[in-house]
């Protein structure tokens, strides 16, 4: 199973615009290369039409992702995941990275690197 990896440009990128207040070229800033400036989808390949990628932690039981479909971006405030491998041996186990409740496809499950 591989990633959705599906890119947008990142909706927060409107508000970097307005903050500048010179009249160079939109397409002079920010670097449409930046890591921050485009959204990927880490949810699993054919998941549907809500696509999500991880923001930021807030303490380890809570973390904020962003959803989108289209141009519509939602912010959510949700629990890790967290499920294991059940047919893993225990000391290679590791958490999924995805938020609780997620479209099938746990990380773990994931084989190619996110963000090809
Ligand atoms: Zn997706
Ligand atoms: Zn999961």
Redesign the pocket.
């Given at each position: 199973m591989d990633?959705?990896?599906?890119s947008a440009r990142a909706p927060w990128v409107g508000l970097l615009y307005t903050r500048r207040n010179d009249d160079a070229p939109l397409a002079d800033f920010p670097d449409p290369e930046h890591p921050y400036a485009r959204v990927v989808?880490?949810?699993?390949?054919g998941?549907?039409e809500?696509?999500?990628d991880f923001l930021e932690e807030m303490d380890a039981d809570l973390q904020v992702w962003v959803q989108w479909e289209g141009e519509h971006f939602t912010y959510i405030c949700v629990r890790p995941c967290e499920m294991v491998d059940p047919t893993v041996d225990p000391v290679h186990q590791s958490a999924c990275m995805l938020y609780a409740e997620h479209p099938p496809g746990h990380s773990w499950e994931l084989a190619d690197t996110p963000y090809d």
């Open positions: 990633h959705c990896n599906l989808c880490e949810l699993a390949y998941h549907g809500e696509h999500a």
